[in-house]
């Protein structure tokens, strides 16, 4: 998982298994969520957002699931690709502030 | 243009010198931000500039830190006085706030070194 201030978190698992990223958010009155994919030397690349009125949404190869009782929002990847190796962020949005505020990360390693 | 764009990708600076860090975000995006990112760490927020109201400048670490956006289009970070601990990654990001799609498109960065 992931919380602002500490390393970076680092997860490495098996080309074709599925992958889990955690993130666990700080502010209960945020409404919206992304989550970002970020490359060796690139900027953040936007995968999956998802609001707050909803608990799981999918898309591509990835499903974003929020929990909002225990602000937990998770990033699963099936079949993960070499690819897929990256960091990866989420982030949380107020709708009264328009700020996003972002975790630390977590760095995924995708061993093939 | 097609994506955000920031320039330079890197700077090399010393200690006490000036810099300006330049944005052109997504063609028609009223949002621009900008967010600093260290080694091995997440974004920390900067500075937020939406159409034409007052930028939340709530993220500046030191007076040494200014932003404008001109035309509500290009916006310029600038570092005075530059210290080592400025060093970081500086990434601009653009969205259509308020139009219903408020995710945000990040340039590549800014590599900030001083020396």
């Known amino acids: 998982g992931e919380s602002v201030g500490l390393h970076l978190p680092t997860l490495s698992v098996q080309e074709g298994d599925n992958s889990i990223i955690n993130c666990a958010y700080s502010n209960s009155a945020s409404d919206y969520f992304i989550w970002y994919k970020q490359e060796s030397g690139k900027g953040p690349q936007f995968i999956i957002d998802?609001?707050?009125?909803?608990d799981k949404r999918q898309g591509q190869r990835v499903t974003v699931l929020l929990n909002k009782t225990v602000k937990h929002l998770s990033l699963q990847i099936a079949a993960t690709q070499p690819g897929d190796s990256a960091v990866y962020f989420c982030?949380?949005?107020?709708?009264?502030?328009?700020?996003?505020?972002f975790g630390t990360g977590t760095s995924l390693t995708v061993i093939p | 243009g097609a994506g955000v764009s920031q320039s330079p990708s890197n700077k090399v600076t010393e200690k006490g010198k000036d810099v300006e860090l330049r944005c052109d975000p997504i063609s028609g995006h009223t949002a621009l931000y900008w967010y600093r990112q260290s080694l091995g760490q997440g974004l920390e927020f900067l500075i937020y500039f939406q159409g034409n109201s007052a930028p939340d400048k709530s993220g500046l670490p030191s007076d040494r830190f200014s932003a404008e956006r001109t035309g509500g289009s290009v916006s310029t970070l600038t570092i005075q006085r530059t210290q080592q601990e400025d060093s970081a990654v500086y990434l601009c990001?653009?969205?259509?706030?308020?139009?219903?799609?408020?995710?945000?498109?990040f340039g590549s960065g800014t590599q900030l070194s001083v020396l």
């Open positions: 990001a653009s969205s259509l706030l308020g139009r219903g799609d408020e995710k945000l498109f």
């Open positions: 982030a949380e949005n107020l709708d009264t502030g328009n700020q996003f505020y």
């Open positions: 998802i609001r707050s009125n909803m």
